[in-house]
């Protein structure tokens, strides 16, 4: 690849998702520039099976390039150091716990997160939480044992998440 530092090296861009119906966005990391001045990301996606650097064009898809705020910890170039280990590290992707969103934030700050996971874990833990309420507000065992095991399978994908 030999690509060249420029000014974005190690800044995250993201776009829209294609498909979902999460609303979360797919970043990557900026690696740099080659010598035909075309700039390379390294992301996660399923399709690919596994991280790996990829034109920028080609990451859009069509859609919008979009500067992705997220709080960092390491410096550019560390960050971008740490994105090119973890593509040559070539662990498989996991939804729950090895996504787009969990590549990047292992690189930017250290933490083996995904938004995408956390959004609809806590939107399940919700909902459960309510069902069950609503079983003990009309004294229905079954929604009860329904709510608590939504808010449970929520919980367990939001615990699996984390684990690296």
């Known amino acids: ?14 776009r829209e998702k294609i498909d979902t119906v999460t609303k979360v966005f797919h970043p990557c990391i900026i690696i740099g520039e080659d010598k035909y001045g075309r700039m390379w990301v390294a992301h996660n996606h399923y399709l690919n099976k596994r991280p790996m650097f990829e034109l920028c064009d080609s990451f859009l898809y069509g859609k919008e390039l979009l500067w992705d705020t997220r709080a960092v910890q390491f410096s550019p170039d560390e960050i971008v150091e740490r994105a090119i280990a973890e593509v040559l590290l070539g662990k498989k992707y996991n939804t729950l716990n090895y996504n787009c969103q969990t590549f990047v ?4 700050r250290n933490e083996n997160k995904s938004e995408a996971v956390d ?21 229905n065992k079954a929604m009860i ?19 690296r």
């Open 1 to 14: 690849m030999n690509a060249k530092p420029i000014f974005h090296s190690g800044k995250i861009i993201t």
């Open 119 to 139: 959004k609809i874990s806590d939107g399940a833990m919700l909902a459960g939480g309510i069902t069950a309420l609503l079983g003990l507000a009309f004294k």
């Open 145 to 163: 044992n329904i709510g608590l095991g939504i808010a449970g399978v929520g919980g367990a994908a939001k615990g699996i998440s984390r684990i």
């Open 105 to 108: 934030n292992l690189g930017v």
